[in-house]
């Protein structure tokens, strides 16, 4: 199974945020079972980044990312997600068009995030981390 992890799933790990922090770990953690195939984008990944070096530091930050990107897999944000998130008239958040097209264009099946709102127009599944959690993995 193909997962998109919006960026505040990142940034709930990244910062150790109770009371999510376990769920969203565990659903990083994916990445290492056959069966799931764990994506998020540059974008959320710079969101994530920004997030941590507040809280940490330059050197902390660039650790953690570093950890990020080796786990999961990263979709494509070019001129054709940008493109779509423009022309597609629901779409009235540019950021989180980006991110959907991103997933669409990496064959995801669903969107894991705590702002299943910010997604109003997805034709993709949306769940939060406990929910996907307990929907798929049990």
Do not use: H, W
């Not at 922090?21 to 540059?42: E, N, V």
């Not at 494509?76 to 991110?99: C, I, N, P, R, T």
């Not at 991103?102 to 995030?113: D, G, Q």
Request: proline share 1%; net charge neutral; aromatic share 12%.
């Amino acid at each position: 199974m193909r997962i998109f992890l919006d960026a505040n799933i990142l940034v709930t790990v990244v910062q150790n945020e109770q009371p999510r922090f376990g769920a969203c770990a565990r659903l990083l953690s994916l990445a290492d079972k056959r069966g799931f195939q764990i994506y998020t984008s540059p974008l959320c990944l710079a969101i994530a980044f920004y997030f941590a070096e507040k809280k940490g530091g330059k050197k902390l930050a660039k650790r953690k990312l570093v950890l990020l990107a080796e786990k999961l897999k990263i979709t494509v944000m070019d001129g054709a997600s940008v493109g779509s998130a423009v022309q597609d008239k629901k779409v009235e958040d540019f950021e989180d068009g980006l991110q959907y097209y991103s997933a669409l264009r990496s064959k995801c099946e669903c969107i894991v995030t705590y702002d299943k709102g910010d997604f109003y127009f997805s034709e993709l599944e949306l769940l939060d981390a406990e929910e996907f959690l307990l929907k798929y993995v049990v």
